[in-house]
Every structure is written in structure tokens, then in C-alpha cells.
């Protein structure tokens, strides 16, 4: 927890920081700061930013938190299609798909995240689509079509938001349907045999009922060859369909109605560049089948790679009263998943069977209500929202595990895994014009969890015995329960119509959970709720007659019980395992910028400066590095094995730097909107830069194992022409990555090291109907 000290100088420096913005606004001149116009007048001007990050909408440069809106154009040109594409261009988020699954991302914010995808755990990043919570991170990779926004809220959402979380939200919002008729179709094709097409169509049957229909469908030969087979891997074969209707019953009642299905089948598994050919190649060996006598059910004849199957159903009704919107916002979710999947390389002699093989097949359902009313009171100087929300998750794992080699396999878990969740909350945020110039707000939000956790040895199943009761017999808890408050504060002054200030402080708090990989009935460990405090100020600025927006976010957070691997100690023996192990200190600021110089020409970019350490450090990890420093002094090289670069501390037996946190990220873009006869042609070039940061928990600057990567340097290009003699016909060619760098991104051992996707190049042709 932060101490009273180090609080009382954080809330100094953000009530200074608030009284020295006014002086900064004189500075600037009354020339230079305008109203916040509704619209761009014209092309030489910044659009107004509607955002829905504090559950109401509002101008983007009103609202006293740190978001970034990205609308349908910028995904256009930026050549954003799967919510993985997000990482490069949001500051101080990073991120990569999880280790084996093309459908999972792993996301941190601000140095808060996690990479573990298995339904024992929860995200502390979550996703949103419609303002429904996308519980599991096992299918948070998702194809994007008809999006009309996405909004990334970085810093705890502990108040508003559907489920608590610590790191920040990605809410993805659809494009409703329209009252007229019309729609797109797209088609592209690209390197590595890649053919993609994305359609939609908006067909009204009436002015009472709107509809809409989208769809798309993509896939790829895949990057890598796997070496004994010749087979082509990371491939994708993907598909999804999505309707939607409104109802407009009156005109003071919205009802929105959706359901979609996604087929995913996208594989991260690990590979290495050919040092001869510049190729990527997987010295991998598993193959189908190989594994059918050692395992149960129909997990055991997976297909090498992942495949998510998800369906989801979701309604939103809205009632607008004279000062009053109330709303019902329900959501169910379903998926399904299976894979297979080698997380260690086997060079030079595969093995069929793979040599630390992962079977999974999952289901995961989840059902969501919530109701929310927003609106206004005491002459318009309150504006309100308060809601109560519920969420149910059944999750069922058939799991298993084993170690081959050439000579034979061993069987370390064959078992079936379930776990319940039941979470219900209730909140209130008031927004309250102390005057014309200055809002306090106040929220909370009451929150409690129950969870469930069953385990058993799959019938017929080899390996080791597991069951609840004895997990239960090992001191281990099997239900868990959470009540939690986390309130939020903030300050916000509007200097002029066109720059606000604001000073905030925040609560998050995610669930604990178990161990749901563990190889032994005493090592399904449960683990505490991790919380985290943020304070920021900001500024949300539009300069220079609507051309120049600058917004500027300062954030300290502290996070007590982080959820990361480190040692733990069952029976006098020290193992490795998810547990609460230290805090997270963290502190540092993002920068945003807008900037329209002449007319056409759009350059948007971002600064992130960070600086997070890990503190208050366990007596377990402690003793650790002592043991680690005794090691290495001794050169013990079973207490090397044992203690050094391990959970999170590394090879020199010190803390080791928190996971995907680099000190720098930089991001820009810049788009150049060209008008001629021929028509339009509009490049957009975008840059992203990192000072390189830890893949894995025991990383540090001068690491030599692996679990430091590089600072990164990624180039995407688009050109994007529009014939004058072909109206509504976009045609578009681009490539990402486009200078081709390799990069590590994820560590499992210095052997088992992923790295990121080489370039991509496609081109497309867009026609609006």
C-alpha cells in the first residue's frame, strides 16, 4: 500500500499541478483556444470526438480520465483489423497473442497485465463490445468488421465498468444500423497466400425497425514451416457473421438487438528465423494423432494449432425520459476451444509427440444483466449514473499435459477442471458543477465475488490423481469469496471552451483464483485479489482553431498483491507458481497529439514515459535471492538452477524488471489526404517505437537469456486511392511490419523464446453501396 508520506506528496503534486493550469492557458493566448466544435467545418480542421468512457456519451475533451478513441477511418487506414493491431498505437499499452493462441491477447497497461489465458484466472485488462464484458482472454483476438469506434480507458476501471479491472478496458463499440439503405464490400489478398473479405449491409424494413447484417472471412497459408512435416503453420481460417436490429417502438424508446457467430482457428506457435534462408521455420514435432494413446476423449485427436468457436446474443434497451435515460443491457457469451500446442522446440530432433505438449478442449459460457440509468437534477449542474450489474461464468477444461521424448511420453495431468463465478455489483458516479468552470465527481462502486473451483482425473486418465477433495485435504480453499468498495474522485476545470485540467484518483480490484496448471493436488494454489490506487492529472486541450489537440495525462499508481509467478514454498519445497508476491510501483505520463498543419495533411502521435518497479517483496522471494546470491558466489550450480532466473528474480539474483513496461513508447502517424483529377490518394505512414522492456517475469536490462528484448522499431504503410470517375471504389495497398524486423515478445526459456510476426503486405479494393 502507498505510504502516508509518499500519498500526501503524490496529492501535493496533483493539487499544484491543477492551480499551475490556469497560468498555462494564459500562456497560450485567447487566440489559440476555441469552443470544441461539433463537427470539423472542413478538412482543414479536427472533428469533434464522441466518446462513452464514463457510461454516457460526451466530447472526447471533456472527460477527466486517460482514453484513446480510434473511429472507423483511423482502423481504416491504419490497417487495424484484429483488436491485436490496437498495441501499436495506444501509449503504454503493449502487448502480443499469448504463447501457442493466435485468438488470445495478452494486454498490459500502464505495467499491468498477465498472460495466463485459463478460466482460473481472471483478465486485468478487459474487453468490452456493446459495453458487454468479454469474461475469458482465450478470444480476445477478434476479426473487427463494421466498427464504429474503439475506446481504450487506461488506469483502473473500478467504477462504471461491467467488471472490475486494474490495468484498463478496451470497449469496442459496432456501428448500429441505419435508417437508410446501403452498405459495403470488401476484398483483399496478400503475402503468405492471405485472401480476406469483409461485407456489410444496412437494409431498414421499416422506420420503426433498422437492420443490419455483416460479415467477413479471412485466411492464410501461415509464415512458418514446420521442419519434419513440411506442413505451413500460424496460418488463419477464420470467419464471422453479425446481425443487428433496432427498434424504435416510440420515439422516446431504443431497443438494440444483436447475435453473432466467430469461427477462429489462428495458432501462435513457436518458431525461429533459418539463419541459411531468412525463413521462419518450426522445429516443433508434434502431429495429429501422436498423442491419441496416451490421452482421453476427443482432446486427444486435436489438430496441431487453436480453434475458437464463439456465439454470442446481446440486447440493449434504452427509455429516455425528460431527464432520465434507463437502460437494460443483457449479454450472453459462448465459447468453445481446442488446441494443441509445443511450447519447446525439440531441436534437432522433433519429437511426434512434442516434448511439453499442451491438449485443451474448453467450454466457457457467461451471461450478463445490467441495469443503468443516466441522468440530470438540480438545474442541470448534476449529471448522474448508477446501475446494478450481474454476471454468471460456467468454465469446464479438459486439460492435458505430458513430457515426450524419443524414446517414450509420460502423462503429468489428464483432468477436467471447473470453476463458477457469480459477481454482483451495484455503482453511482454524480458529476457536480461546483460553478461554471469547475466539476467534482464522486463515485462507487460495490462489488462482490464467489467462486467455485471443482477438479477431477479425467475416467480412464493416466498421470497423476487429482480430485477436489484432495486439493481440499491440502489446506487449499475451493470456493472464494470477495467483497470489495472502489471509489473514484476528480477535479475538473475548464479554463476556457477549449482546455480543461483535472486531477483524479482511482481504486481497481481484480479477484484472486488458482493455480489451474498445476501437476499436483497441493499445488492448485489459490491466490489473493490484486488492488491497485491511481492518481492522474491531465489536460485536454484544442489549440490553433480546431488544428492542434494536445491531451496530457501524469499517473502514480500503486498496486498491492500483484498476480505473477514467483517462488512459493509447499512442504519445505520451493516451487514456482502464480501467487501475490510483491506491489507494483509505477509512475509516469502520456502525451497525445493531433495535428492538422494544412489542409489534408493529419499527423496524430503519442508519448508514454513509465517507470515501473516491483516493492514490498515477499519473505519467500526474499530468501530466494538470498539463496540465488549464496549460489552464484559459491558457483552451487544446483542452487543456480534452483534459485536464479526464476518467478521474478533474475540471473544475478535481484528483482527483476516488471513484465512489458518499457521506460518509452513512441507512436506516430501521419495521413496526407490528396486531391487531383484522377481522384484521391491518401498515404498514411505510422511509426512505433519502444526502448525494448522484459518478455519474461526474470528479465532485466542486462539480461543474456532471452527475457529482454531489443528496443523495437515497426513501420506500417498504406495508400489508399479513390477514382474520381469510380465514386463510392476505394482501392488501397499496405503492408505492416513493412521493413521485416524480428523481435522477441514472449519467454518461456531461453530456448523457448517467441518472437513477433514478420511483414505482411496486402491490397484491397472497399466499395460503399
Not at 457467461?366 to 443503468?372: H, L, M, T
Amino acid at each position: 500500500m502507498m505510504t502516508g508520506k509518499i500519498r500526501g506528496v503524490s496529492i501535493l503534486a496533483l493539487l499544484g499541478a491543477l492551480a499551475a493550469m490556469p497560468a498555462l492557458a494564459q500562456s497560450a493566448g485567447p487566440s489559440t483556444a476555441q469552443p470544441a466544435a461539433p463537427q470539423a467545418a472542413d478538412a482543414s480542421q479536427l472533428e469533434e470526438i464522441i466518446v462513452t468512457a464514463q457510461r454516457r456519451q460526451q466530447n472526447l475533451q471533456d472527460v477527466p480520465l486517460a482514453v484513446s478513441s480510434l473511429g472507423a477511418a483511423d482502423l481504416q487506414d491504419r490497417q487495424i483489423r484484429d483488436t491485436i493491431d490496437l498495441i501499436q498505437h495506444i501509449p503504454n499499452l503493449i502487448g502480443n497473442n499469448n504463447v501457442g493462441l493466435g485468438s488470445s491477447n495478452t494486454y498490459y497497461i500502464r505495467g499491468i497485465g498477465n498472460t495466463e489465458s485459463i478460466a482460473t484466472q481472471d483478465v486485468p485488462v478487459g474487453t468490452y463490445v456493446d459495453d458487454v464484458y468479454i469474461s475469458r482472454q482465450n478470444a480476445n483476438n477478434f476479426g473487427l468488421f463494421d466498427v464504429e469506434r474503439i475506446e481504450v480507458l487506461r488506469g483502473p476501471q473500478g467504477t462504471l465498468f461491467g467488471r472490475n479491472t486494474t490495468g484498463g478496458a478496451i470497449n469496442v463499440i459496432m456501428k448500429k444500423p441505419s435508417a437508410t439503405a446501403g452498405g459495403y464490400l470488401e476484398a483483399g489478398a496478400g503475402r503468405f497466400g492471405e485472401t480476406d473479405i469483409r461485407a456489410s449491409m444496412d437494409a431498414p424494413l421499416s422506420d420503426k425497425v433498422l437492420t443490419k447484417v455483416s460479415m467477413y472471412r479471412d485466411r492464410s497459408d501461415g509464415y512458418v514451416r514446420q521442419v519434419n512435416t513440411g506442413d505451413k503453420l500460424n496460418g488463419t481460417d477464420s470467419y464471422g457473421v453479425r446481425g443487428a436490429v433496432r427498434l424504435l417502438p416510440t420515439d422516446r424508446v431504443t431497443i438494440d438487438l444483436a447475435g453473432d457467430y466467430v469461427d477462429e482457428n489462428e495458432a501462435n506457435l513457436i518458431n525461429r528465423v533459418d539463419p541459411a534462408t531468412g525463413d521462419r521455420i518450426a522445429t516443433i514435432g508434434i502431429t495429429q494423432g501422436a498423442l491419441a494413446k496416451y490421452f482421453t476423449g476427443t482432446k486427444a485427436n486435436n489438430e496441431v494449432g487453436n480453434s475458437t468457436k464463439s456465439w454470442s446474443l446481446s440486447s440493449n434497451a434504452a427509455w429516455e425520459l425528460d431527464d432520465l435515460t434507463l437502460n437494460s443491457i443483457t449479454g450472453f457469451r459462448q465459447t468453445t476451444q481446442r488446441y494443441f500446442i509445443d511450447s519447446n522446440p525439440a531441436a534437432p530432433n522433433p519429437v511426434a509427440t512434442g516434448v511439453s505438449p499442451i491438449l485443451n478442449y474448453s467450454l466457457h459460457q457467461q451471461w450478463s444483466q445490467e441495469f443503468k440509468a443516466n441522468g440530470q437534477a438540480l438545474d442541470n449542474r448534476l449529471n448522474y449514473t448508477v446501475g446494478f450489474y450481474y454476471l454468471h461464468e460456467n468454465n469446464w477444461t479438459d486439460l492435458g499435459t505430458g513430457v515426450g521424448t524419443a524414446s517414450g511420453f509420460t502423462v503429468s495431468g489428464d483432468r477436467t477442471i471447473k470453476n463458477t463465478l457469480d459477481s454482483y455489483a451495484t455503482y453511482a458516479q454524480g458529476d457536480y458543477k461546483l460553478t461554471d468552470a469547475l466539476t467534482a465527481t464522486v463515485g462507487v462502486r460495490l462489488s462482490k465475488e464467489e467462486k467455485q473451483l471443482k477438479v477431477a482425473t479425467n475416467a480412464g486418465g493416466k498421470g497423476p490423481l487429482f480430485s477436489t477433495a484432495l486439493i481440499e485435504a491440502a489446506g487449499i480453499p475451493t470456493d472464494l469469496e470477495n467483497e470489495f468498495v472502489t471509489p473514484r474522485f476528480a477535479l475538473s476545470y475548464q479554463i476556457d471552451p477549449g482546455l480543461m485540467v483535472y486531477a483524479s484518483a482511482t481504486r481497481g480490484e481484480k479477484s484472486g483464483g488458482w493455480n489451474g496448471r498445476a501437476l499436483a493436488n497441493n499445488l492448485f494454489l489459490a491466490f489473493k485479489p490484486e488492488k491497485v490506487w491511481s492518481e492522474e492529472v491531465g489536460m485536454r486541450g484544442d489549440f490553433l482553431d480546431h488544428t492542434l489537440r494536445l491531451n496530457a495525462t501524469a499517473f502514480y499508481s500503486e498496486a498491492e498483491d500483484v498476480q505473477i509467478s514467483a517462488a512459493y514454498t509447499v512442504n519445505g519445497q520451493r516451487i514456482f507458481t502464480t501467487t501475490n508476491p510483491a506491489g507494483l510501483r509505477n509512475y509516469g505520463g502520456e502525451l497525445e497529439a493531433e495535428w492538422v498543419p494544412i489542409r489534408g495533411l493529419t499527423f496524430s502521435g503519442s508519448i508514454g514515459v513509465q517507470h515501473a518497479r516491483y516493492i514490498d517483496i515477499s519473505s519467500d522471494v526474499q530468501a530466494q535471492m538470498a539463496a540465488c546470491q549464496a549460489a552464484l558466489a559459491s558457483n552451487n550450480s544446483s542452487g543456480i538452477s534452483n534459485n536464479c532466473n526464476r518467478g521474478f528474480v533474475d540471473f544475478k539474483g535481484r528483482i527483476a524488471r516488471p513484465v512489458r513496461a518499457p521506460d518509452f513508447t513512441g507512436l506516430v502517424t501521419a495521413t496526407y489526404q490528396i486531391d487531383t483529377e484522377a481522384g484521391i490518394f491518401r498515404p498514411t505512414v505510422g511509426f512505433d517505437y519502444n526502448n525494448g522492456y522484459a518478455i519474461g517475469n526474470a528479465g532485466n536490462t542486462d539480461s543474456t537469456d532471452g527475457a529482454w528484448t531489443d528496443p523495437q522499431v515497426l513501420w506500417n504503410l498504406n495508400l489508399a486511392y479513390e477514382p474520381a470517375k469510380v465514386p463510392n471504389l476505394t482501392l488501397s495497398v499496405g503492408c505492416k511490419n513493412c521493413t521485416d524486423r524480428t523481435y522477441k515478445v514472449s519467454f518461456l526459456s531461453a530456448t523457448s523464446i517467441y518472437l513477433n510476426p514478420p511483414m505482411t503486405w496486402d491490397v484491397r479494393a472497399h466499395y460503399k453501396f
